[in-house]
């Protein structure tokens, strides 16, 4: 029955290829549609284009087009002193901006060797912030992953979820968005009255919301035809394609830079990355659904474990003249996308040489998401894309 | 297919029943009390130092005058003033405010149509956010920016100090040295406040990037007498020090010591840094008379330009008062040396043991050269004209400094009282006991001042070391009478001084009689001021100059008299002080080249 | 009746639903957003919205064809209106029905669609040729239950008219298609909820897919009297599985409870499950609703 | 990661080895061994996740310099192969037959520093920028603010005082505070 | 004409081409081959001129639409102000405050508010923050698209004044050189609220009759084009893109 209901179709004859591997698409053929998807378009994660080449329904060439996101922070950061970058990068990623803070701090510690000398309290409200940030990255990206195929309502909690957690990022941070509150040295304010009480209250509601949201997403039977056996990336592609975090997981490569490479606090904490073998878009929905119950779970730990009182920040030199000698460094953090580094390089001066951000998306979202779109409808770009949670200004910068 | 697949997720609408949970009236919603919102600005605690505007990584601060804020000496007058058209909101000005006038409150709505309006002046121009109490202000604790305490000197123990004239200041080692010059926020509001108005940034830059000769360039701009002023200077600046208002002031003192100190004393090297080597002589020639501060400043700078210099001075060593009225243990000889020697490097004839007025005359020194410089200081005693004062065992102060330094015999007595509050009776002070110490091994010496403790007019670091070093200070009685029994002096009987100036701001002081004391003593020492000597003014030259009060010589602002060819600085113009010294020399050498240049 | 006083009567019918399908579209998205948390559009968005959309002076052509869209898609819903009873055993609100009239209706279903083909088609951009392109595959899909559900019904009560089949459910809720014809029942609600174009079978406007598909290009006046048109269709479509399988309606109060119940049922899926691909839609058409439609012309046929 | 580095080093002659901690090491490789052992590398030594390919800007060398860096899931590891490349027409070979993702990496090098990778694919395509005709924007001497004050008119009508400047001009203007000097070369 | 003879005429515009594409390597040219003013063959052999820049959109200047008078204008003024339809692009960092608005928490629906996909449909363009110039290019067409009365607003520093990238080379730093920009929030970025109260602002505008900022684009239209294409170096686009 279903053999007969099979539109795969033929793929072996055309589009033909050019001698050179590349494909003969002849747009005055008619045999093809050039789609942009993109920039202006509601199904594309953040401000990025797809071009894609249609034979019928079916994506026969992709291509990424990205830089409308583009600011030129590495350039920036040459021009700004060691404590004016963090305010700068936190705006490379707008989904999960501590990252690129920690990292700024990181490498500018490590590079000045004043790596050892951050306070302890410093560290876990530096973990707690980056959970935190994980957290209502994921509360918008596993029912983000529904929205993708319009189903709207876990969405629209989860983005509610997402607001409680930026109301605790506001009392925390003194920001929604753009915390800027890990600075190089430390951080920048200690948890204030009555805020465990209230994370844990919030933490409860999203308890709830999870119960909901596996009701809704993975017990729903039209969610698995759509993403059961759909966006699969077979286990050797993970070195291939540099594929990190959830993406690698979901496909049973268990890399996670928490375990690998423990920064931080990571060391106390007791988890185990969730990993699922089948490397699909549901298989990559599910481990992220299961990050979601971690982070809550780490979140509740860190709270617990960590001190009441402590300093926020080593002591450092002045910020308006603190050099750092030539040097050289990369730091990687496991945001929630995945391995997230930076590479830093310092020449003696008051301001940083190079500064080299990568993003998981840089991969993703270009070589693996072109591979990945050829042979697929234009109804499964948009959830191939968030379920590789591309984020163009990581790629672009 | 799972059936269970079809109907789970109708769950969902269970959901249609709870209540929305929606914000009623988002609009204006109070943000967290930690939120960085909007800018405020307490402008009366603010200084203008614009570390504000250093630290903005996007130029969004303009450093700007204000109505109604004076400039002076502390507060440059100027206020942040806030583009919002570049504002980042990282509150990184708020963090590093030396005053913590600056702060956000948790305001954040302000929409507007006109693009130009996103600009403006927190707490000059009025916003409804003013009055917010909330907001994000410096986190605590131990969250700085810069150093807020001053890397401590090193210094010898007073049991160690006071058994010799040595130099116990130690100075700062490299590494003190630069952490102390990294606590300085380059602001620049010292640099009013300095009379000589010295590139104080510039040079703690300097000792940041290792690069003394830099340092040196940039002392010698303003003062050529850096090892001098290293160590004696009354820093002003560090009081209105902006990194002193949350903390303690940088100690510029220390670091222009530290400058100085690393060029060793070799006037080749001196004039290969400074670029001295080959001024050309512009065939014009000035005299000055004295070799103080003031003296030795216009020197320099004349010289710079070329002029040909003659130096006369009444003692046998240069450096008037810096030399002769401040102990060797504040300042040694060889620190005057190496500043002098420079200045002599560059050709300067200096005549010692010459008296203007008694061995050459005034007039005599203006026909020989083209101009006059004169800065002969304030070496007369005052006294207090007290009952018993003209004892012989009543001493001036000046001269019994003077004396220790040209080796003179100095009477020193068992129990010794000193009248006097200022940095030279704490000199004297400390110089006997330091006499005593030698003569007698310990130290019994009583220092008296009109003044109460806390308006001294001594450094309070003086008074301090003075007491580790035993010597006892009683500030607050006001002499009464040298007590004389037998012709010899026994004691000073003071009575307690309730106020010192009426209400016109009159010298008047009121005493309580009823607390009355009497400290025992051999000798009295008087020390409640200086006078000048204008003996070598003939009378034809005084006919021609105009006097102010307390008979001060009137001059412009360029330090000249009202005889063209006669300028005249430093301590009899502008009281005593060292660095005012050196600005006057300064103004006056170019008032001048100016003079001598008219006609050119 | 004069044929001018029930003309003036259908325009007023025509009013009327037209105000009920814009109140009603504002009340079921109230609904959903209640379901996600939060209140939702006013109950008299629709209207301002449509107001606005008339008060846009921009209006901009691709060619005539362009203009075809939004007349034959109005043409449509008024057809549907025109030939459809309202209400049940009433002279002024039966309209024009006559003997035979489920095929027409069945056919004018339709013809929206194709106008939209060709106005959309003109507008040039892709996404509103896919949309379309889509739309009319997948209508073909939900045609075929849905006529073999409706063949099962003419052959259970032996006519073509609205007007009788809703005669023969008259007398209580026992005597409805849906209690009477179980089978055929069925298969015309799974056919509605394609019908009514709600997830999971909004493959034509397929928000995040190809936004919005066939109205792309529409905006200003074009828009409004889609959106008129549209929501008169909810309502007459709603109405039409009324009449087929809940026995009609006999006042407009019943009518408006009714049609609404129908909307509300496809809006109550469509919240909870996320949209189908194509061809996953119109191979499920073809599987369960098509089966139990031939099921249900069996059982009557023999 | 030292005894790793203990076996390579002889065998790509490798200069200026820097071992940051166990777990990091940098090393400068000459540029036509480069790929030559970043191929080795990853066939032999594990290290087959490739991180970051990126380019730092010595101008005051005359040198462009690349970075592969790699990772070593196993041991955990990371090590950065440099290589030094000349300024003037800089160019390198393709690596984008190791990894998927390298073309990527080696178009972004292309456009932000000028490098030409021969027969890397889409290598001539602009990655970021668009209608772009000034010099490569990366480069240290490309000067970004002069670029957008030029291009972009910032807001006009601010100004700012340095406070020390601006005492001085209401306090003290006649001060002197610099020593001017009677010299011909200055 | 023969088969033969079609053929033959491909073979030769292709070489044509080629040619043209090989003298043009060394000056820097934007425009795409797909859309470079050329020669194709009809299905018939006839040969027809295409230019795809200006065949598929006209390049006619926008005209002012005057709004009609009085009591009209009024009452469709109060709908416009009551529905006001936000393109769905998000151009910058500032989109991320975009969700949070439209659910639960601030719920812009119960204010009127909604997002449409299509520049077509909508007639308000949130610019939400910094714009890259290659974005800018897209602003520009999708704000050109949108039927008349539009309305724009700018959220951030980096609209008003070029915030934190102020010496971008890649971001502009001032947005009504090249837009007309009805209102301005400050912040950055900022909050869900502020973003409300600047669409009352705007409704407020827009019930005053002030809201006639697309008439103004068109009146300094020659003054924003030269703007714009000051900047975007590659305009392989119609002047205005209708």
């Not at chain 1, 404590?83 to 700024?104: H, K, W």
């Not at chain 1, 957690?165 to 968005?177: K, M, N, P, Q, Y």
């Not at chain 2, 009281?575 to 050196?582: E, F, L, S, T, Y």
Request: charge should be negative; charged fraction near 25%.
């Amino acid at each position: 029955m279903s053999k007969i209901f099979d539109f795969k179709p033929d793929r072996s004859k055309y589009p033909a290829k050019k001698a050179d591997g590349t494909l003969d698409v002849d747009l005055r053929s008619q045999k093809y549609v050039k789609l942009w998807l993109g920039p202006n378009h509601p199904g594309v994660t953040g401000n990025m284009a797809v071009e894609l080449t249609l034979a019928g329904d079916e994506i026969v060439e992709a291509k990424t087009h990205v830089g409308y996101l583009h600011r030129g922070f590495e350039k920036l950061i040459e021009r700004r002193l060691y404590v004016q970058g963090f305010p700068t990068s936190i705006r490379m990623c707008v989904a999960e901006p501590d990252t690129n803070e920690y990292l700024i701090a990181r490498s500018t510690e490590v590079l000045s060797g004043y790596d050892k000398d951050i306070p302890e309290m410093a560290q876990w409200l530096r973990m707690l912030s980056l959970e935190m940030a994980r957290l209502q990255g994921l509360l918008r990206g596993v029912p983000g992953q529904a929205g993708t195929f319009s189903l709207g309502i876990g969405v629209q909690w989860g983005v509610y979820l997402r607001d409680l957690i930026l109301d605790r990022f506001e009392e925390l941070t003194g920001a929604r968005v753009y915390h800027m509150y890990i600075i190089p040295g430390g951080v920048r304010g200690l948890l204030p009255d009555g805020f465990k009480k209230r994370m844990e209250e919030n933490l409860k509601e999203i308890d709830n919301f999870i119960i909901r949201i596996r009701q809704l997403m993975f017990d729903n039977a039209i969610f698995k035809k759509r993403s059961v056996g759909i966006g699969v990336i077979p286990k050797e592609w993970v070195d291939l394609y540099g594929i990190v975090g959830t993406n690698a997981r979901a496909c049973g490569v268990k890399r996670d830079v928490r375990k690998d490479n423990p920064y931080l606090m990571y060391e106390q904490l007791d988890f185990d990355p969730p990993t699922a073998t089948e490397g699909d878009i549901y298989a990559r929905s599910w481990v992220r659904w299961q990050e979601l119950i971690q982070t809550v779970d780490l979140i509740r730990q860190i709270m617990a474990k960590m001190p009441e009182k402590g300093d926020i920040r080593a002591k450092m030199p002045n910020v308006l003249h603190w050099r750092i000698p030539k040097g050289e460094t990369y730091n990687k953090l496991e945001s929630g996308r995945g391995e997230y580094g930076m590479y830093y390089v310092t020449d003696g001066s008051d301001k940083p040489r190079r500064v080299n951000l990568r993003g998981p998306s840089y991969t993703h979202a270009i070589a693996l998401l072109e591979k990945m779109l050829i042979g697929t409808n234009i109804a499964d770009v948009h959830a191939t894309m968030v379920s590789l949670q591309t984020c163009p200004p990581e790629i672009e910068r | 297919m799972n059936i269970k697949d079809v109907f789970t997720p109708f769950t969902t609408w269970s959901k249609v029943v709870k209540d929305p949970v929606t914000i009623k009236n988002p609009i204006g919603r109070e943000a967290a009390p930690r939120y960085r919102g909007f800018h405020k600005n307490d402008i009366d605690v603010c200084i203008g130092c614009g570390t504000c505007e250093a630290i903005c990584e996007n130029q969004a601060i303009d450093l700007v005058p204000v109505e109604g804020i004076e400039t002076k000496s502390g507060d440059s007058g100027l206020r942040p003033r806030i583009d919002y058209g570049r504002c980042c909101w990282c509150a990184l000005c708020v963090d590093i405010c030396t005053t913590n006038s600056l702060n956000l409150t948790n305001e954040y709505t302000w929409v507007d149509t006109d693009p130009d309006a996103f600009i403006f002046t927190p707490g000059v121009d009025k916003k409804s956010w003013d009055t917010k109490e909330e907001g994000w202000k410096k986190p605590v604790p131990n969250y700085h920016f810069y150093g807020q305490t001053r890397v401590p000197m090193e210094e010898l123990h007073a049991e160690e100090r006071v058994e010799s004239f040595v130099e116990f200041v130690k100075g700062y080692s490299k590494k003190q040295a630069e952490e102390e010059a990294d606590r300085c926020v380059a602001c620049g509001i010292c640099t009013a406040t300095c009379p000589a108005h010295m590139g104080i940034p510039d040079y703690i830059a300097a000792i940041r990037n290792e690069d003394m000769e830099e340092g040196m360039r940039i002392l010698y701009d303003t003062n050529p007498l850096p090892e001098i002023c290293g160590r004696i200077c009354t820093h002003k600046c560090e009081d209105v020090c902006s990194v002193g208002v949350n903390g303690d002031p940088l100690s510029i003192r220390w670091l222009k010591r530290y400058i100085a100190d690393q060029i060793p004393a070799d006037v080749d090297k001196y004039n290969e840094i400074l670029y001295t080597k080959d001024i050309k002589n512009n065939n014009k020639k000035v005299a000055i008379i004295g070799t103080g501060p003031s003296s030795l400043s216009s020197a320099y700078y004349l010289s710079l330009l070329g002029y040909k210099i003659t130096m006369y001075e009444k003692l046998p060593q240069a450096g008037g008062m810096m030399r002769y009225g401040i102990p060797e243990y504040r300042l040694p000889y060889d620190a005057i040396d190496k500043d002098i020697d420079y200045i002599v490097s560059l050709g300067v004839d200096i005549k010692y043991n010459v008296t203007v007025g008694k061995d050459i005359t005034l007039e005599q020194l203006h026909e020989e050269n083209d101009a006059v410089f004169a800065g002969t200081g304030l070496h007369l005693g005052r006294s207090t004209r007290i009952p018993g004062s003209d004892h012989e065992n009543v001493y001036q102060s000046v001269d019994l400094l003077r004396d220790i330094v040209t080796g003179a015999e100095v009477p020193v007595e068992r129990k010794v009282v000193v009248i006097g509050g200022g940095n030279v009776a704490m000199d004297i002070t400390r110089s006997m006991a330091r006499l005593q110490k030698a003569k007698y091994g310990e130290v019994n010496i009583i220092t008296t001042s009109l003044e109460s403790e806390d308006i001294m007019p001594a450094d309070r670091e003086e008074v301090v070391e003075a007491r580790e070093e035993g010597c006892t200070i009683i500030p607050g009685y006001g002499p009464q009478e040298v007590m004389i029994e037998n012709g010899k002096v026994v004691g000073l009987r003071v009575w307690k001084c309730l106020s010192i100036f009426d209400e016109n701001h009159n010298f008047n002081p009121k005493f309580d009689e009823s607390d009355e004391r009497v400290f025992e003593g051999d000798m009295v020492i008087e020390s409640i001021g200086q006078g000048m000597d204008l003996s070598y003014l003939s009378e034809d030259t005084k006919k021609g100059l105009e006097f102010g009060p307390r008979g001060r010589v009137q001059t412009n602002d360029n330090f000249q008299t009202s005889l063209p060819w006669l300028f005249m600085g430093g301590d009899i113009i502008q009281g005593p002080d060292v660095i005012h010294g050196i600005a006057n020399g300064h103004r006056a050498a170019m008032a001048i080249d100016d003079f001598l240049n008219q006609g050119r | 009746m004069n044929i001018y006083v029930k003309l003036a009567y259908t325009l007023l019918g025509f009013f009327l639903v037209l105000n009920w399908g814009l109140l009603m579209s504002a009340t079921l998205r109230k609904i959903v957003a209640r379901v996600a948390g939060r209140h939702g559009i006013p109950f008299y968005q629709p209207w301002i919205d449509l107001l606005k959309n008339i008060g846009v002076r921009t209006t901009l052509s691709h060619g005539f064809m362009f203009y075809l869209g939004p007349v034959f898609r109005f043409t449509g819903a008024v057809g549907m209106f025109l030939f459809m009873p309202a209400l049940f055993g009433s002279d002024m609100w039966s309209n024009f029905s006559f003997e035979g009239d489920i095929v027409l209706i069945l056919y004018f279903q339709l013809f929206g669609m194709l106008g939209m083909a060709i106005g959309a088609g003109e507008g040039g951009h892709p996404h509103s040729a896919i949309g379309i392109a889509r739309g009319l595959a997948q209508h073909a899909a939900i045609e075929i239950p849905m006529t073999l559900g409706i063949i099962s019904l003419a052959i259970q009560y032996h006519t073509l008219s609205f007007t009788d089949i809703v005669a023969a459910q008259q007398g209580g809720i026992a005597n409805w298609t849906i209690f009477t014809n179980p089978i055929a029942g069925v298969t015309l609600l799974l056919a509605a909820l394609g019908a009514m174009g709600h997830s999971p079978f909004n493959l034509v406007k397929a928000p995040n897919e190809i936004p919005i598909g066939p109205p792309t290009e529409y905006h200003g006046t074009y828009l409004g009297v889609l959106m008129s048109s549209g929501v008169v269709l909810h309502v007459m479509e709603a109405a039409l599985f009324m009449n087929l399988l809940f026995g009609g309606a006999t006042n407009w109060v019943e009518f408006i409870i009714k049609t609404f119940l129908i909307n509300f049922y496809s809006v109550f899926v469509g919240v909870v499950f996320p949209r189908f691909k194509i061809e996953q839609s119109v191979v499920w058409f073809f599987k369960v609703p098509m089966a139990l439609g031939i099921l249900a012309i069996l059982i009557y046929s023999f | 990661m030292k005894e790793i580095l203990d076996r390579i080093t002889p065998k790509y002659d490798l200069q200026d080895v820097s071992i940051k901690d166990d777990l990091q090491a940098y090393v400068v490789v000459e540029k036509k061994l480069a790929i030559d052992m970043v191929t080795y590398m990853r066939d032999y030594e594990g290290f087959s996740h490739f991180v970051l390919m990126s380019c730092v800007d010595w101008i005051e060398d005359n040198k462009l310099q690349l970075l592969y860096l790699l990772n070593n899931p196993e041991k955990k590891c990371v090590i950065g192969i440099k290589v030094f490349i000349d300024r003037e027409n800089p160019s390198m070979q393709s690596a984008h037959h190791l990894w998927k993702q390298i073309w990527t990496y080696q178009r972004e090098l292309r456009e932000a520093f000028g490098i030409d990778f021969p027969g890397s694919p889409r290598i001539e395509e602009n990655f970021v920028l668009e209608g772009w005709t000034d010099k490569p924007h990366m480069l240290r001497d490309f000067d970004t603010n002069k670029y957008a004050e030029e291009t972009y008119f910032p807001r006009t009508g601010r100004s700012t005082n340095d406070p020390a400047t601006y005492m001085r001009q209401k306090l003290y203007p006649n001060q002197p505070v610099t020593a001017k000097k009677n010299k011909d070369d200055e | 004409m023969s088969e033969l003879d079609i053929n033959d005429k491909v073979k030769e515009m292709l070489e044509k081409s080629a040619e043209n594409a090989g003298s043009k390597n060394s000056e820097k040219t934007f425009v795409h081959p797909e859309d470079e003013e050329r020669e194709v063959i009809a299905p018939d052999g006839s040969i027809i001129k295409v230019n795809p820049i200006y065949d598929y959109f006209s390049g006619k200047k926008p005209t002012e639409e005057k709004p009609s008078n009085g009591v009209v204008e009024k009452f469709l003024n109060w709908a416009r102000s009551e529905s006001i339809w936000v393109l769905g692009f998000g151009t910058g960092c500032g989109s991320i405050e975009i969700p949070p608005l439209m659910t639960p928490r601030f719920d812009a629906f119960r204010f009127g508010i909604q997002m449409r996909p299509t520049p077509r449909q909508s007639n308000a363009f949130i610019i939400s923050g910094y714009l890259s110039v290659k974005t800018l290019k897209r602003v520009i067409r999708s704000y050109e698209q949108m039927p008349s009365p539009k309305y724009v607003l700018a959220l951030g520093s980096c609209t008003i004044n070029g915030g934190m990238y102020y010496d971008s080379y890649s971001t502009i730093n001032r947005l009504d050189k090249y837009l007309p920009v009805d209102v301005y929030i400050a912040g950055c970025m900022p909050r869900p609220e502020a973003l409300l109260a600047g669409f009352m602002k705007l409704k407020e505008l827009i019930k005053e009759g002030k809201g006639e900022k697309a008439n103004e684009y068109a009146r300094n239209f020659d003054e924003y084009k030269a703007n714009q294409k000051k900047i975007i170096k590659d305009w392989n686009m119609p002047d205005y893109n209708w």
